[in-house]
């Protein structure tokens, strides 16, 4: 929506950037590859990864995708491509791995096969952790540089600004990560000073405020299980012609929705399926309290996968989402 406004308000090109990034140099390089191409996609990295069994590698990547959604640019004849990711992120922009969803990432490695693009292989450019191995950062008269070339935008994924000194906390996924987490030199130096520019800009002050979208009007938490449950109301009311269910953080309305995310599975008009995906879904989430309570969802999980073997059962064992598309269509008319 964002890129979109931005060519419909005027603009022969327009770029996204995650904003957990830093910019320090000019992206007049990018804008003209957009205006040429259409779509300017970032790939993750641009050489292939040494086999010496440190992280992240191809296998790490492979589930966040090829491509990088933190840097995209677009010029006028992308509106094709703007339709289809709008459609696609609309009700399917799920952190759900298991069924090949990250966000709006994993949608980017269509792009090659769809729309004319360019893919972006300037080291100075969406440099970060996962990339830092092929890339060297130095400085010259008070420039960063990115081998040897401008440093253009710094991608600082899973920065602590609290952390000063860490690269990211999310090295230490890796048993044996290839990049150290406290760099030294040039890189160190770009580091600190983003993270005291963070502090300096009001971070603290920001950071105690709690996310709005975390808990439901009445204050119940909205964690993965309740928004999977909500997304399955409101693909169904869409597909059936219906209301809307109540939104979360409607007060006039708060009780309504307390009551069907209380049952979701007892909702008549969610088809079968959908209600056996929350029931699983809800069965598939950590146990909690004592382990009498945890052997006894695990027995649930197991008897619940041993019935949907039995033969004409259309679903089987499910505690994931799925495509809005095939959600929609096992509704009558869709």
């Known amino acids: 929506l964002l890129l979109r406004s931005r060519l419909q308000a005027g603009a022969d090109t327009a770029i996204f950037i995650d904003s957990d990034s830093d910019m320090h140099a000019d992206l007049n390089p990018v804008a003209d590859l957009a205006a ?16 010496d069994g440190m992280g992240p590698n191809e296998w790490d990547l492979q589930k966040y995708g090829v491509f990088n959604s ?8 992308a509106a094709s491509f703007l339709d289809w990711m709008d459609d696609h992120v609309r009700r399917d922009c799920l952190f759900a791995e298991e069924v090949g969803m990250h966000a709006d990432q994993r949608l980017l490695e269509w792009v090659p096969a769809l729309f004319d693009h360019h893919v972006l292989r300037d080291p100075g450019v969406n ?12 400085e010259s008269g008070g420039v960063y540089l990115c081998d040897g070339g401008p440093l253009r935008t710094f991608h600082f994924s899973g920065l602590d600004p609290e952390d000063t000194g860490v690269l990211t906390w999310q ?11 406290r760099p030294a030199g040039a890189l160190s130096r770009l580091l600190v000073d983003y993270q005291g520019r963070l502090v300096e800009a009001g971070y603290r002050d920001v950071g105690r405020v709690p ?21 399955e109301m409101v693909l169904a009311a869409e597909a059936l012609g ?3 269910p109540p939104s979360p953080f409607d007060r006039s309305r708060s009780a309504e929705f307390e009551r069907m995310l209380d049952d979701p599975g007892s909702i008549p008009w969610l088809s079968r399926p959908a209600r056996s995906r929350i029931v699983d879904a809800e069965l598939a989430r950590p146990a909690e309290g004592e382990r009498l309570k ?41």
């Open 36 to 51: 040429r191409h259409s779509v300017v996609i970032s790939p993750h990295v641009v050489k292939p990864f040494p086999r």
């Open 127 to 138: 440099v970060a952790h996962w990339n830092l191995h092929e890339r060297e950062i130095s």
């Open 211 to 231: 996310y709005s979208y975390s808990a439901s009007a009445a204050g119940r938490p909205l964690g993965q299980w309740e928004r999977r449950a909500y997304r």
């Open 294 to 334: 945890r052997s006894a969802t695990t027995g649930l999980r197991l008897a619940r996968r041993a019935a949907r073997r039995v033969t004409g059962r259309g679903h089987g064992w499910m505690p994931h989402p799925l495509p809005s598309d095939i959600t929609m269509s096992e509704y009558p008319g869709q």
């Open 242 to 244: 219906r209301d809307a």
């Open 70 to 77: 933190g840097f995209l640019a677009v010029g006028e004849e």
């Open 171 to 181: 090295l230490r996924q890796h048993a044996n990560p290839r990049v150290d987490d």
